[in-house]
């Protein structure tokens, strides 16, 4: 069984930082691609990064670059999304999602209706 389990959301103050992971099991997470994405209420989904774990490359959505990084521990089957100088805008649920197989490097953030198992969430506040 798939299974995908995000962690690391808390409430933060602006210009700080969080370390959001997602632990992956049931599948072989070494083939595989794994999205970070994030809703807020009332907006629509955002793909916020993405990184394919047989070679470590990486993309990202705009609002993410240079503030965000997406990494991957292949031993501990762990994606994890670092998120420096938050702002109230990050304030969302963030979820990750796997493509069992990987398709193109995205040029911004992941499309959310590529992937094929989601976690459930995990919750970033960020005050201002």
């Known amino acids: 069984e798939v299974q995908l389990v995000e962690s690391g959301g808390a409430l933060v103050q602006a210009g700080g930082s969080l370390r959001l992971s997602c632990a992956a099991s049931?599948?072989?997470?070494?083939?595989?691609?794994i999205g970070w994405f994030r809703q807020a209420p009332g907006k629509v989904r955002e793909g916020v990064a993405y990184?394919?774990?047989?070679?470590?490359?990486?993309s990202y959505a705009d609002s993410a670059k240079g503030r965000f990084t997406i990494s991957g521990d292949n031993a501990k089957n762990t994606v994890y999304l670092q998120m420096n100088s938050l702002k109230p805008d990050d304030t969302a649920v963030y979820y990750c999602?796997?493509?069992?197989?990987?398709?193109?490097?995205?040029?911004?953030?992941?499309?959310?209706?590529?992937?094929?198992?989601w976690g459930q969430g995990t919750q970033v506040t960020v005050s201002s």
């Open positions: 999602a796997t493509q069992l197989t990987p398709g193109y490097l995205y040029i911004g953030g992941p499309n959310g209706y590529e992937f094929d198992y």
């Open positions: 049931g599948f072989t997470f070494d083939d595989s691609a």
């Open positions: 990184i394919r774990i047989g070679d470590g490359s990486t």
